[in-house]
Structure formats: structure tokens, C-alpha cells
């Protein structure tokens, strides 16, 4: 109903409502009509300018030129809603766009006044505001269903109304929503993807990779994705799911499921949190509700954690774990990553590279790279280091000291302070207040205080 123009967007850039002379969407109609014999009496001036309304002064937004109003106040319209209004909260009020608001006033009756900008507009199906300038329905995109994905519209859209309510948004990227007043539209993405929506909530989409699908109005539905593989789902929330590569999934409405990959390897869960995987090779592994957790090997030997059975267990990727009659334990990756755990809480893993961490039940640990770096932390905080850059240690104080391969030294303190020598002969010195001393490899020193002042 006419091109963009100078009243198209305001406040937030929603578009503004309808002009009265106009063609009124039947949503906004009943604040433009308000009740004119009543106590207050209160509806739309549009000669003088001024809108009444029976909300509290707190209900406005003057920067935002927007007011929240009672659903009971508004019209209904199903679940179409103009682009000049969004909601409902969760009081059942909805936010309003006005035209610009210049002023408020409170009447101290139950209803305030807005003095508007409404501007000159010609009747609607002109084409077009006096001088080139907008129609009566400014810009803005249509509050719907949006694209396949259930998005919502993008306000950048131009709207073109029809006088029944129904609609048309293009936006910038091409895109295009058409919307009835009875719920139903449909959508034609700018990369090909479409969408139709019925008033009854059913519809079709197709994304632009391929997939397509349908909803039901109870919920249910069905997709087919580009990879080929294929989904359902149930209005009590069960489903199933078929992969390309024969994989398969159910589940039911309580949150209970079963799983068959193309591997052979199959799974089930429960709502209850249990779980159960058996492996190809004839492996179990069972989770249970209360946190317990059981392996059965292909030859039906069981270790449950916390029994420490002894036995060698052999996992689908490879891995393997071994229980010793000790209590302890090995596991080996597929990557060749050793790692092995004492009852007494202490352990070490071995990377394929030749790596070796190890670790007491105290809390005391060690790093031993390949490439020479040792890292040594002890339970009581303090440790060393040695690498390619040189070396250092700590106290459990927080006190240190280090020495680099180029021969420079240093010490630093727990409260803050240090010094150091380095390998030119110039050394340093800092002080917890801040202050401190440089002396270069020529014997010249420089000083300074707390505040950083030359001395």
C-alpha cells in the first residue's frame, strides 16, 4: 500500500501503525475507536494529534514511541499480528509502535495522551503519501511464521498490506512471506528454500540443500535431509530416525530409545538415565540409574567398577583395559597412550611420543617430555622446570628463582620483589611498593620511586 517513505519507520524502526483515514488493520482498530461517551472517554483525535488512551503514564515509551496495552483493548485478529504490534507477555499485554510521540499527558483518570505525529497520508489504495512520501503502511516486516525454520520475519522488510489483513513482505535479500489474516503463508527464501503454513499449523518446507519435510497440526512430521537420511516424529514427542548409511533410532514418549549403527553396533536407553551399548565384538557396556557401570566381555567375563575383578577387556576402537588382582588398573588407547592407576591414588600415562607423567597419592606430579622438559609440582606448592629456555624453581611461598641458557639470572619473592643479572652484565632490581633500580653492562644505574619518579 505504497512505497517507502519519510513516516515509514520509527523508535526502534518497527514500522507505525496504520493512518486513521486509511485502511486500519482490524488488531489496532478498537485504540484508534476507543469509547467516546464513556468516563473517561478516550480513542484517537487524529485532527488534533492527540491519541487517549486508558494505560498507566508508565506504560509509555516516549523515547521509543511505543506504549504496552491490555489484550482485552486490542482486536482479534487469530494469531496474526501487524507489524506495529508484538506479544503477547506474559501478562497478556502487547507492545504498540506509535507514531512519534512529542509529549505525554497524564489526565489523572485512568488514561493518558499522546500527542502524535501523524502527518498527511492519502486514503489507502493511492499509492502512495502527497509528495512522493509513503503509504499508509510505512515499512516494516510482518511479525509471522518467517522462513522454513519457524524464524521470525526480518523487520528490514517492506510490507504491502491488503484490506482484509492479508499480506505480502519482500525482504532486502529477496526474499519473500505472504500471510492471510487466518494464520496461513508461505515463504520463498532468497537461496530457494520455500515454506507453506496452513491456519491450521500443518505445512510443507524444502531447505535449499534438498531437504524437505512436512508438519501435521497435532505435532507430528516427517523430514527427508539432503544426506538421505530420514526422520519422524510423533505428536506425544516418540519418533524414529533413519540414516543414510542403514543407522537406525526410535524412541518413545517417555524418553526410552534403541539405536543400531552401520557397524552393527547397538544401544538402548532409558528415561531413568541407564544406558547399554554392545559393540560388534560382542562387548557390553552397561550405565546404570545409579551411577554403576559394568563391561561384559565377548566371552562373558564381567567387571563391574568398584569390584576390581582381574581380566583383559578389549573395546570396538581398539582400546583395551587390563585389572590386575592388586586393584590397579591399564588402560591403552588406540593411539598407544598407556595409562595406569594404583588403588593408593597414584598413577602415570605414557604417550606414544615417550612423554611419561606420574603422580603419587599425596598430589605430587612429574613431567618428563620427550624433547627434555621436566616439570616437577609438589602437594605443598612449591616445584621446578626445566626446558629448552633454561630452568627455575619455587618454594611452597610463592619465592623463586631462575637461570636462563644464555646465562642470565634472577631471583623473585612472594611479596612482590626481585632482582635480576643478565647475561650482558646490566641487572635490575623491584620492590613490592613499586619501586626500583636499573644498572647497565657500563655501571650507569638509574633509580626510581613507588610513583614511578627518576630519583
Known sequence: MGGEGDMGEYGDGSSSPPHPDGYVNPFIEPLFDGDSSGSPAWGLDGDAGTW??????????????????????????????????????????????????????????????????????????????????????????HHGEGGPDGEEGMDEGVTEYNEDGSGTTTYPDGSVETFNTDGSGTWTGADGSTASWNADGSGTWTDADGSTGTMNADGSGSATWADGSTEQWNADGSGTWTGADGS????????????????????????????TITWADGTTETWGADGSYTVTDADGNIVEEGQMETGEFHHDDGGTEVWNEDGSCTYTDADGTVSTYNTDGSG????????????????????????????????????????????????????????????????????????????????????????????????????????????
Open 248 to 275: 537406525t533410532a526410535s524412541w518413545d514418549a517417555e524418553g526410552n530409545g534403541t539405536w543400531t549403527d552401520a557397524d552393527g553396533n547397538t544401544g538402548s536407553w532409558s528415561s531413568d538415565g541407564s544406558e
Open 348 to 455: 602415570s600415562t605414557t604417550y606414544p611420543d615417550g612423554s611419561v607423567e606420574t603422580w603419587d597419592g599425596d598430589g605430587n606430579y612429574t613431567y618428563e617430555g620427550s624433547d627434555g622438559t621436566t616439570i616437577i609440582e609438589n602437594a605443598d606448592g612449591s616445584g621446578s622446570m626445566v626446558d629448552d629456555y633454561g630452568t627455575c624453581s619455587w618454594d611452597a611461598d610463592g619465592n623463586g628463582t631462575w637461570t636462563d641458557v644464555d646465562g642470565s639470572t634472577g631471583v623473585w619473592n612472594a611479596d612482590g620483589s626481585g632482582s635480576y643479572t643478565d647475561a650482558d652484565g646490566s641487572s635490575g632490581t623491584w620492590n613490592a611498593d613499586g619501586s626500583g633500580s636499573y644498572t647497565d653492562a657500563d655501571g650507569n644505574t638509574t633509580e626510581w620511586d613507588s610513583a614511578g619518579n627518576i630519583l
Open 52 to 141: 487517549t488512551l486508558p494505560i498507566d503514564y508508565d506504560a509509555v515509551d516516549q523515547d521509543g514511541d511505543t506504549f504496552v496495552i491490555s489484550g482485552d483493548l486490542v482486536g482479534d485478529t487469530g494469531d496474526y499480528l501487524p507489524p506495529e504490534a508484538s506479544g503477547p507477555d506474559e501478562n497478556g499485554d502487547y507492545t504498540i509502535q506509535s507514531w512519534p510521540i512529542e509529549s505525554v499527558t497524564d489526565n489523572g483518570d485512568g488514561t493518558v495522551t499522546l500527542n502524535v505525529e501523524i502527518g498527511e497520508y492519502n486514503e489507502a489504495g493511492d499509492g502512495g503519501g502527497p509528495d512522493g512520501e509513503g503509504g499508509p503502511d510505512g515499512e516494516g516486516g
